[in-house]
């Protein structure tokens, strides 16, 4: 199992992991991220609603994260990634029917089961099969920039479907309009979504002998102990912690575009759909810069980076006339953040964290370090709607700085513990 070769998946195997990885999230939020003022008038909600919905499915995703990660390693990462694909798409066609905030709040509870529970864990083990013992920076890093490349397309793709059936009225549509539109940006999306399902049954197969040797009979409690003696383990939980409230701040993009720069929805919408664009390109360059140099030092280095785009919008220089400055500052947000979410799983191989407990593994690191799922969106949408405009994102953004130093810390001491050659 040590030998990097014997890892090593076909080239179409990350191609898959790249699809399904993106795709599965695509309905609960990249459509948010994107067309967040479209989904809170659609939807009629407020910052606080969308994030207590994002709350719902964080806590069942803190469940998942929980017994799905055994469950990686009980079974081969294929059937359990079609699945959740398939029960994904399935919520999509509820999602299209604009249900009250009650019914959406359960929606996104069942979108935490069948993302997290089914998905999450099989894709991390499976991009950690196709890197080997050499490449896990390039994997990592081409997974998340793959899955950047990925959004990115459905969120063209969206606003596109969107600008077409908005029709003539685009400068002051009705709700009406608006609904009718984005409804039709949902069901492309859920058959896309279940088409990958299909692709990922079909072809994400492994070797039988390789199978067998990744996948356990049972997970035994000396083993879960094995696992809950690692540092790494626990300075992962922190720094994915802090990384992931950084993710989820990048919501905020395309609706400070609105209230700060006073964009129409369309053009907030094409500025939520340029950082998914960012997000390919840093991850590809950072997981081959990593492999070449240090992970874990790039890992101290994306947060520092992180850090100083957040007080660069804390700060208030950024305005309606300043142009240039707000699409630089996203430039130094948007690296800082996506190249830590590439890296921060492509350091368990330096973590001495063994493959074939990875499921287990990043269901415990997951417990705490996406509990950002639970809290950030209520906490956002409260310093948002407590001060309307650019007060609020000033205060998100200052949320922001104070996560990156934190996991700058732990970063730091991750490099000190195993990066440094001894």
């Known amino acids: 199992m040590s030998s990097g070769k014997k890892q090593k998946a076909p080239w179409y195997f990350l ?16 459509l948010a991220r994107v067309f967040r003022p479209t989904v809170l008038e659609s939807f009629r909600l407020d ?9 719902i499915y964080g806590i069942v995703a803190v469940v998942s994260y929980l017994f799905g990660g055994p469950l990686a390693d009980r079974f081969p990462p294929r059937k359990l990634i079609a699945s959740g694909l398939w029960m994904t798409a399935l919520g999509g066609l509820l999602y299209a029917t604009f249900p009250g905030f009650q019914t959406l709040q359960i929606l996104y509870g069942y979108w935490g089961f069948t993302t997290i529970f089914l998905c999450w864990a099989p894709m991390i083990k499976a991009t950690r099969i196709w890197g080997g013992t050499a490449s896990q920076g390039k994997a990592f890093g081409f997974l998340d920039g793959g899955r950047g490349l990925v959004g990115a397309l459905f969120g063209a793709l969206g606003v596109f479907i969107f600008s077409v059936f908005i029709g003539a009225q685009i400068a002051e549509p009705s709700m009406a309009e608006n609904r009718d539109a984005f409804r039709y940006v949902i069901l492309v999306s859920s058959g896309i979504v279940s088409v990958v399902g299909v692709l990922v049954w079909v072809f994400m197969r492994l070797d039988p002998k390789q199978e067998k040797a990744i996948v356990l009979e049972q997970i035994s409690i000396p083993q879960i102990k094995q696992v809950m003696r690692l540092p790494s383990v626990w300075l992962l939980m922190i720094i994915i912690l802090c990384a992931y409230v950084g993710y989820k701040i990048t919501d905020v993009f395309s609706l400070y575009a609105q209230d700060v720069m006073l964009y129409d929805q369309v053009g907030s919408a094409q500025v939520g759909m340029l950082l998914l664009f960012i997000r390919p390109v840093i991850g590809v360059l950072i997981g081959i810069l990593a492999d070449r140099t240090q992970t874990t030092l790039w890992l101290l280095i994306s947060f520092a980076v992180s850090f100083c785009g957040a007080i660069l919008f804390a700060s208030g220089i950024i305005s309606e006339s300043s142009t240039l400055l707000f699409f630089i500052s996203i430039m130094v947000v948007a690296t800082g953040v996506y190249a830590a979410r590439s890296l921060y799983f492509a350091v368990m191989e330096r973590g001495r964290i063994p493959l074939v407990l990875t499921g287990t593994a990043v269901g415990m690191i997951s417990l705490v370090g ?10 956002m949408g409260i310093l948002l709607d407590r001060s309307p405009g650019e007060a609020g994102h000033q205060d998100v953004f200052w949320m922001l700085a104070l996560f990156s130093f934190i996991g700058g810390i732990a970063a730091w001491r991750y490099y000190r513990m195993y990066g440094i050659k001894k």
């Open 370 to 379: 996406y509990t950002p799922d639970i809290f950030a969106g209520p906490a």
């Open 47 to 55: 910052n606080t609603e969308l994030g207590l919905c994002f709350s």
């Open 15 to 30: 191609v898959l992991l790249i699809l399904a990885g993106e795709s599965v999230f695509i309905l609960p939020f990249v």
